[in-house]
């Protein structure tokens, strides 16, 4: 009986990292049209979060605050997510806390715009 219920919780583990790998790989093809590193690179996403019916929240930032194209981005990362098969919705948080800066960035994008 331990055994089968190892394996229950396993494969629902399993299952939920396949599904969060799905939503970075989907967030590394948005792209900031001024920027060409992805907003997942860019250290732009704070904190993703997955509920057990599969709704997905994001946390996210943008380099300014007053990005003229941010609903482009939001509306992007939106349809990409949702179009997921185990993603029943998204909400995108945007926040400012704490203040994004260059450091947040993976040493990728870095080199990708001469940073390294």
Same mark, same amino acid.
């Given at each position: 009986?331990?055994?089968?219920?190892?394996?229950?919780?396993?494969?629902?583990?399993?299952?939920?990292?396949?599904?969060? %790998?799905? &939503?970075?790989?989907?967030? !590394?093809?948005?792209?900031?049209?001024?920027?060409? =590193? $992805?907003?997942? +690179?860019?250290? *732009?996403?704070?904190?993703?979060?997955?509920?057990?019916?599969?709704?997905?929240?994001?946390?996210?930032?943008?380099?300014?605050?007053?990005?003229?194209?941010? %609903?482009? &981005?939001?509306?992007?990362? !939106?349809?990409?997510?949702?179009?997921?098969?185990? =993603? $029943?919705?998204? +909400?995108?948080? *945007?926040?400012?806390?704490?203040?994004?800066?260059?450091?947040?960035?993976?040493?990728?994008?870095?080199?990708?715009?001469?940073?390294?």
């Amino acid at each position: 009986m331990r055994i089968i219920i190892k394996l229950f919780i396993t494969t629902n583990m399993a299952e939920f990292l396949d599904l969060e %790998d799905k &939503i970075v790989k989907m967030l !590394r093809t948005v792209y900031d049209p001024e920027i060409p =590193v $992805n907003v997942y +690179d860019l250290g *732009l996403i704070y904190k993703i979060d997955v509920s057990d019916n599969g709704h997905v929240t994001i946390d996210m930032t943008l380099t300014a605050p007053n990005c003229p194209i941010s %609903d482009f &981005i939001f509306e992007d990362i !939106r349809s990409k997510i949702e179009s997921i098969e185990e =993603v $029943n919705g998204v +909400d995108i948080n *945007l926040v400012f806390e704490p203040a994004w800066d260059k450091s947040m960035m993976s040493k990728e994008a870095q080199a990708e715009l001469g940073l390294l």
